[in-house]
């Protein structure tokens, strides 16, 4: 069972690592939205390839700590969870920033909810039930 927490931890990490680029400069429909919006100015795109950058970064970190074979491996599980996550939080704690939506009002009628949330934040919450899903299987497995 700890092993599939890992794995379910894995997913999560690959996605902290790749939703971001792809969605942000890879993926024609969604990138035009962001790194190839002409009404970015060069300071917001800046930004965005900040924030994909530091996606790309905590995933990786959440996979090394994640596959570490030496050192406390339920303290490595737990803090690899926990880097994972902060990609989703960051993402949830955006809309609390004055002036930020979830979608630039040109591309509203193109951005379809996810039951009744924009997509970024269904996949965020998504993602963080499934760390915590993975948080309570490590946790009955390694004790």
Do not use: C
């Not at 905590?58 to 074979?69: I, P």
């Not at 039930?129 to 009955?140: D, E, K, N, W």
């Amino acid at each position: 069972m700890f092993l599939l927490a890992k794995m379910i931890v894995a997913l999560v990490s690959a996605a902290v690592m790749l939703a971001g680029l792809l969605a942000d400069w890879v993926i024609p429909r969604t990138a035009k939205q962001h790194i190839y919006n002409p009404k970015w100015p060069p300071h917001a795109k800046f930004h965005n390839g900040q924030t994909m950058s530091l996606g790309f970064l905590l995933g990786a970190l959440s996979l090394f700590l994640l596959f570490r074979m030496d050192g406390d491996l339920w303290f490595q599980f737990t803090l690899g969870i926990v880097t994972a996550s902060y990609y989703w939080l960051s993402m949830m704690f955006a809309g609390l920033f004055p002036h930020t939506a979830w979608v630039d009002p040109e591309f509203k009628n193109e951005v379809k909810p996810v039951l009744g949330l924009p997509p970024q934040q269904f996949l965020s919450f998504v993602m963080l039930i499934l760390l915590a899903v993975a948080f309570l299987l490590g946790y009955i497995a390694y004790n």
